[in-house]
Antibody, heavy 119, light 110 residues
C-alpha cells in the first residue's frame, strides 16, 4: 500500500527557512515523479513544485527562486527547502505522487504538514 | 491556464444527482492527443483524493456513481445519486499546461 508521510512543518519567521520532508513507502520510489501541493487556510489547492524520476524540476512562479525541491532515492524521500519565507507561504503542504503513466498527476497524497509563517 | 468551476457551492438532497462544471481558458488537448483533466474530492479535514483522471477514467475504489465527461475546454463531474459521504469540496485540475486547479466547489446535503 502506498504511504506518503510529510514532516518538518511548523512556525517559521518571515525571511526564514524551513525544510519539509516526505517519506514514501509501498512503491518503487525511484521510478515515480513526486510533487508538493499546498493549501492556504480556507483556500483551494495550489501546485508548488515537481521533481521527476530523472530529476527534472519545475516550480510555480510564486516560489521559484525561494524554494528548492530534491529527492533521495536511497531514503525514499522527497524534500522541499523553503527559504525567504513570506506570510503568504502559510499553508498545509501536501506531498503527492504522480501515477506511472503520462499525465497521471497526483494519484496518492500524504496527510499534509502545516507551515505557519509569522513573526 | 485559468480553470473556472461552477457552481462554487451546491446543496443536494440525498439520492439526487449533482453536476459540477469546469471550464479552461484554452483547449486542454495536449500534443500527444491526451486531455489532462482530473477531478479531486476533499472531504472535511482530509487530504485530497483523486476521483477521475484524463477526463473520464475513474480511479480504483471510486464508486461508479461518479463520472467525468467533456472535451476541449468544457468538462463535467457528475454524481448520479449523492450520498452523505460525498460532502466536501471538489476540484478540477489541468495538467496540460503545467498544473492549475479550479477554485473548488463545495457540496453539502440539503
Amino acid at each position: 500500500e502506498v504511504h506518503l508521510v510529510e514532516s518538518g512543518g511548523g512556525l517559521g519567521q518571515p525571511g526564514g527557512s524551513l525544510r519539509l520532508s516526505c517519506a514514501a513507502s509501498g512503491f518503487t520510489f525511484s521510478t515515480y515523479t513526486m510533487n508538493w501541493v499546498r493549501q492556504a487556510p480556507g483556500k483551494g489547492l495550489e501546485w508548488v513544485s515537481t521533481i521527476s524520476r530523472t530529476n527534472t524540476i519545475h516550480y510555480a512562479d510564486s516560489v521559484r527562486g525561494r524554494f528548492t525541491i530534491s529527492r533521495d532515492n536511497a531514503k525514499n524521500s522527497v524534500y522541499l527547502q523553503m527559504n525567504s519565507l513570506r506570510d503568504e507561504d502559510t499553508a498545509v503542504y501536501y506531498c503527492a505522487r504522480d501515477g506511472a503513466n503520462s499525465g497521471q498527476h497526483f494519484d496518492y497524497w500524504g496527510q499534509g504538514t502545516q507551515v505557519t509563517v509569522s513573526s | 491556464v485559468v480553470m473556472t468551476q461552477s457552481p462554487l457551492s451546491l446543496s443536494v438532497t440525498l439520492g439526487q444527482p449533482a453536476s459540477i462544471s469546469c471550464r479552461s481558458g484554452q483547449s486542454l488537448v495536449f500534443s500527444d492527443g491526451n486531455t489532462y483533466l482530473n477531478w479531486f474530492q476533499q472531504r472535511p479535514g482530509q487530504s485530497p483524493r483523486r476521483l477521475i483522471y484524463r477526463v473520464s477514467n475513474r480511479d480504483s475504489g471510486v464508486p461508479d456513481r461518479f463520472s467525468g465527461s467533456g472535451s476541449g475546454t468544457d468538462f463535467t463531474l457528475k454524481i448520479s445519486r449523492v450520498e452523505a459521504e460525498d460532502v466536501g469540496v471538489y476540484y478540477c485540475m489541468q495538467g496540460t499546461y503545467w498544473i492549475t486547479f479550479g477554485q473548488g466547489t463545495r457540496l453539502e446535503i440539503k
